[in-house]
């Protein structure tokens, strides 16, 4: 497995769980220096992207870019694949689309997480899935000119109401012939500790459903810190992944805390740790 760290471009989540803020020079630096792989990157927008810079950064570091995030969208316009509003949607769409381009030029994915959504008191639940299945659908095949999957990230139940289990999203993608046309589930270890019963258990069993079906994880612990500084069981999580067949990015897409390079070079000695074991 290869190993990436996030890096946010986005002011407004300064208080979010990205552990660099203070620019992609910075953050390209100081996640080579801590030995990463790879960069995830959560933008403003695509417009916004760091496209002058980013290509020499990644050449002089010996970086990848793992994945793009699309979650500003949602932060800083408040829009999603499930508003029940068709132009909002349409808004969403372009909004990700044009960063599934950007990605795409750097062999990346986009994830989608909380762009995704929830129902409300004005769209039924069956209503909003059929809005996210048709969205996706829709950015999943933008993905495929490109050669890219489309990552989804079933959220934890205090910040999305339609899918929250691994095992429930994969039944959805299937279901919904979204797997074929290319999207893959991102499991995000900080909201599978709340709403899985069994980590491990749950890789195993959405990899029984359909093989190849996780195409990203966010490698961080119970508490949202990097992975070691909370209580959940690595060991066993890297070991069900390796069962799986995964060999994609273990990214951490935690907190800085107690400061970025200490969460940082947490990350990685967990990592190490895993695979010395």
């Not at 933008?142 to 910040?159: I, K, M």
């Not at 074929?180 to 270890?189: A, F, T, W, Y």
């Not at 994880?217 to 060991?235: C, E, I, L």
Request: charge should be negative.
């Amino acid at each position: 497995m290869k190993s990436a760290i996030t890096i946010c471009l986005v002011p407004e989540a300064q208080q979010g769980p990205f552990v660099f803020h203070d620019g992609i020079d910075a953050g390209c630096r100081a996640a080579a220096r801590a030995g990463f792989d790879a960069v995830e990157i959560f933008p403003s927008s695509a417009e916004e992207f760091p496209a002058s810079e980013l290509p020499s950064l990644l050449k002089n570091h010996s970086l990848g870019v793992a994945a793009v995030g699309t979650g500003a969208g949602w932060l800083k316009h408040r829009l999603s694949l499930t508003n029940r509003d068709c132009d909002k949607r349409a808004q969403a769409i372009q909004f990700i689309s044009a960063l599934i381009d950007t990605a795409g030029e750097y062999n990346a994915p986009a994830i989608i997480g909380s762009m995704q959504g929830q129902n409300t008191d004005t769209t039924k639940r069956a209503e909003a899935l059929q809005h996210l299945a048709e969205g996706l659908g829709t950015l999943a095949d933008r993905a495929q000119t490109h050669g890219q999957v489309l990552l989804y990230e079933p959220l934890n139940r205090y910040e999305t109401n339609l899918l929250n289990t691994q095992e429930a999203a994969a039944h959805f993608l299937i279901d919904n012939n979204l797997v074929q046309r290319g999207v893959r589930l991102l499991c995000d270890l900080f909201h599978m500790n709340i709403e899985e019963s069994s980590v491990p258990e749950t890789i195993r069993r959405v990899s029984t459903i359909h093989p190849g079906i996780i195409g990203h994880v966010h490698w961080a612990d119970s508490n949202r810190r990097a992975m070691g500084f909370g209580h959940t069981n690595s060991q066993s999580i890297y070991k069900s992944l390796v069962n799986a067949g995964y060999e994609q990015y273990l990214a951490a897409e935690v907190f800085p805390l107690p400061s970025a390079d200490d969460a940082a070079n947490q990350t990685i000695q967990s990592i190490r740790t895993c695979e010395s074991s």
